[in-house]
């Protein structure tokens, strides 16, 4: 590889490219201006409810389909016979470490077996592209399919790693062996850097950096800001995000605020039930299900908002809060994992506990009622972003990595110079 040349890297997720995972797609938008060849592949091909742009639909278009590839029997055949007959050691060291990593009982025996056939496609592949370095997002079963398909081909891997829900079962996602393992693995805060040190042998952590999830502040640009009356919410709408305390919040915040209006874009498996929660607590007519929407039509209702709330349960570092941020939008959030990270209680917006609807309900109204506040907090929580969490700094940072770690000159620092 000469001076100039960037490697040519293949970027695997479990579904790709998704509505809530836009980060994913910047990400893989500035590394190939920088110079890289990107082969976007997913396990799963997504549904078209997340095909909401056209940088979306461009992207699942390109992108390779592993589940889609495997169920083709002639040809998950080919993939693995050729791989035993190129590298027999390789592939023998795959089945073993699938072996070893597996989880207990005949369950996670056959799941273990779907992810080496899933790592052979993938494999013969990454061959073929000629590709120098794989790298997964989401260190869940994409992440063990990543493992085995590198171990079978000899192409090194690295991957990020988000949580939170990684670390509710470490031991079943065996991230102890991934970490191992990979070439280097690029941890989205510190909060998930200490949660590897945790699961991890020392002789390893050299290895944990820190690359920030990203947006880009000029999309947001514009003051934000409406009437004084429109909350606003991005994310699933499952369990964890907490909505159903949003909604609780929402019911006391109408006796002094009649005119507020909450629109939760987004969607997932609690819709319905969130739906009955808003008719029981007479709130429905001030709530509006928007669905999932584009990066641009994110930005304009963000710039159409007074304040954004998240009232998650576990979070890694919301995405979606330093989108709202760098369009100048005062924030409300639960004080869980690395969340604090981004946002200083009292500085770049507000943190309460999490699952506490009145401490909520409190922080809002503070808010709301000083307009001079709000406009500060939101001042505050743009130059944070722009400071620390722009996804061209941070994917030229993921780029030193990658390019260092495969010519062995890695960086020996967690972040770049001057960089938190």
């Known amino acids: 590889?000469?001076?100039?040349?960037?490697?040519?890297?293949?970027?695997?997720?479990?579904?790709?490219?998704?509505?809530?995972?836009?980060?994913?797609?910047?990400?893989?938008?500035?590394?190939?201006?920088?110079?890289?060849?990107?082969?976007?592949?997913?396990?799963?091909?997504?549904?078209?409810?997340?095909?909401?742009?056209?940088?979306?639909?461009?992207?699942?278009?390109?992108?390779?389909?592993?589940?889609?590839?495997?169920?083709?029997?002639?040809?998950?055949?080919?993939?693995?016979?050729?791989?035993?007959?190129?590298?027999?050691?390789?592939?023998?060291?795959?089945?073993?470490?699938?072996?070893?990593?597996?989880?207990?009982?005949?369950?996670?025996?056959?799941?273990?077996?779907?992810?080496?056939?899933?790592?052979?496609?993938?494999?013969?592949?990454?061959?073929?592209?000629?590709?120098?370095?794989?790298h997964n997002h989401i260190a869940k079963s994409s992440c063990t399919v990543a493992m085995l398909a590198s171990e079978m081909s000899g192409v090194p891997y690295s991957f990020t790693l988000h949580g939170p829900d990684i670390f509710f079962a470490p031991e079943h996602w065996r991230l102890d062996a991934k970490i191992a393992r990979a070439r280097f693995v690029a941890c989205i805060s510190h909060f998930a850097r200490s949660q590897a040190m945790v699961f991890s042998d020392q002789a390893h952590w050299r290895k944990l950096h820190i690359v920030h999830c990203g947006v880009e502040p000029e999309r947001y640009a514009g003051q934000a800001g409406g009437a004084g009356r429109n909350l606003v919410f991005v994310g699933r709408l499952a369990a964890v995000k907490g909505i159903a305390?949003?909604?609780?919040?929402?019911?006391?915040?109408?006796?002094?605020?009649?005119?507020?209006?909450?629109?939760?874009?987004?969607?997932?498996?609690?819709?319905?039930?969130?739906?009955?929660?808003?008719?029981?607590?007479?709130?429905?007519?001030?709530?509006?299900?928007?669905?999932?929407?584009?990066?641009?039509?994110?930005?304009?209702?963000?710039?159409?908002?007074?304040?954004?709330?998240?009232?998650?349960?576990?979070?890694?570092?919301?995405?979606?809060?330093?989108?709202?941020?760098?369009?100048?939008?005062?924030?409300?959030?639960?004080?869980?994992?690395?969340?604090?990270?981004?946002?200083?209680?009292?500085?770049s917006g507000r943190l309460v506990p999490p699952g506490d609807a009145g401490a909520l309900a409190d922080a809002i109204d503070t808010i709301l009622r000083d307009p001079e506040e709000a406009v500060r907090l939101g001042q505050a929580g743009r130059a944070k972003v722009q400071a620390e969490f722009t996804v061209k700094a941070e994917a030229a940072w993921l780029s030193r990595l990658m390019t260092g770690y495969l010519e062995g000159e890695a960086p020996d620092t967690l972040r770049p110079e001057g960089k938190p």
């Open 1 to 134: 590889m000469t001076g100039q040349e960037k490697p040519a890297i293949a970027y695997l997720t479990g579904e790709y490219p998704r509505a809530t995972d836009t980060f994913i797609q910047r990400e893989v938008a500035v590394l190939r201006a920088l110079g890289h060849v990107v082969h976007t592949c997913s396990i799963r091909r997504t549904g078209a409810e997340h095909l909401v742009g056209d940088e979306q639909r461009q992207e699942a278009g390109g992108t390779f389909y592993v589940l889609a590839a495997a169920r083709a029997p002639l040809h998950l055949l080919a993939c693995h016979v050729g791989a035993l007959g190129r590298a027999p050691g390789l592939y023998l060291r795959a089945l073993r470490l699938a072996w070893h990593t597996r989880q207990a009982g005949l369950r996670g025996m056959l799941y273990q077996l779907f992810y080496f056939a899933e790592a052979g496609v993938l494999a013969a592949h990454l061959r073929r592209k000629r590709v120098r370095l794989l």
């Open 245 to 347: 305390v949003l909604l609780e919040a929402l019911a006391t915040l109408r006796e002094s605020h009649p005119d507020l209006h909450l629109t939760l874009i987004g969607d997932g498996p609690e819709r319905v039930a969130l739906e009955g929660r808003a008719r029981q607590l007479g709130v429905k007519g001030c709530v509006t299900f928007a669905g999932y929407r584009s990066q641009d039509e994110v930005a304009g209702t963000l710039r159409g908002s007074d304040l954004l709330v998240l009232p998650s349960f576990a979070e890694g570092v919301p995405v979606v809060l330093m989108e709202a941020m760098a369009a100048g939008l005062p924030v409300v959030a639960t004080q869980v994992a690395g969340v604090s990270e981004l946002v200083e209680d009292g500085v």
